[in-house]
């Protein structure tokens, strides 16, 4: 004879059992999504730093405001001819796949320049790629907390800088950098799959 105790026991040791497999199957996909990510990736996780700078548009920018998107963080100046606009092209053909929209990802560059760059030669070199992606500006102590924070080294007035591009996932979380050579595709590839995170 099966007790009201027993029946009680038995759905709560089911509901448990459930409980844990559904948190296995989600650790697992997390992990899943982790190892396909194609840029170089974070071992652990690492909360992305603040960044409070003032976009080209005269508006406060603060990272943690864009929670639910990610964002591409790189550093370089407006006057750069070579990696900056090299980099702004790659990520601007990624963002044209399929499923991707400028509503789900920020694209940001921190100045290197505080010297030269302008909310209007930012405006200028960000429009030319897409008018969504925002230009950083500061004071230069301002600028070199940022560059200290990411570990970016800018020397030679700015023109020589870290050419690397770090993605910051819905959370927040530091997941990868993306070097220059990075491919469009495995860009498009690793954002689609951040966005699919919960």
Wanted: proline content about 5%; some cysteine; glycine content about 6%.
């Amino acid at each position: 004879m099966v007790t009201p105790e027993l029946a009680l026991s038995r759905k709560t040791l089911s509901f448990t059992l459930l409980s844990f497999a559904l948190l296995i199957s989600i650790v697992a996909t997390s992990c899943s999504l982790a190892s396909s990510l194609k840029g170089n990736v974070y071992s652990s996780t690492v909360s992305a730093a603040e960044i409070n700078l003032t976009d080209h548009t005269g508006q406060p920018f603060k990272l943690s405001s864009f929670r639910g998107k990610v964002v591409l963080v790189f550093f370089g100046f407006s006057n750069c001819f070579t990696e900056c606009p090299a980099t702004m092209a790659i990520i601007r053909q990624a963002l044209q796949t399929d499923g991707l929209t400028s509503q789900d990802v920020e694209v940001v560059m921190v100045s290197t320049d505080p010297d030269n760059d302008t909310p209007q030669s930012m405006k200028e070199f960000m429009g030319r790629f897409n008018p969504s992606f925002l230009g950083l500006l500061g004071t230069p102590d301002e600028l070199a907390k940022a560059w200290l924070d990411y570990g970016v080294a800018v020397l030679d007035g700015g023109e020589t800088h870290s050419s690397f591009t770090y993605v910051v996932d819905k959370r927040g979380d530091l997941r990868e950098t993306f070097s220059p050579d990075t491919s469009p595709d495995d860009i498009a590839a690793d954002l689609l799959l951040l966005l699919s995170e919960h």
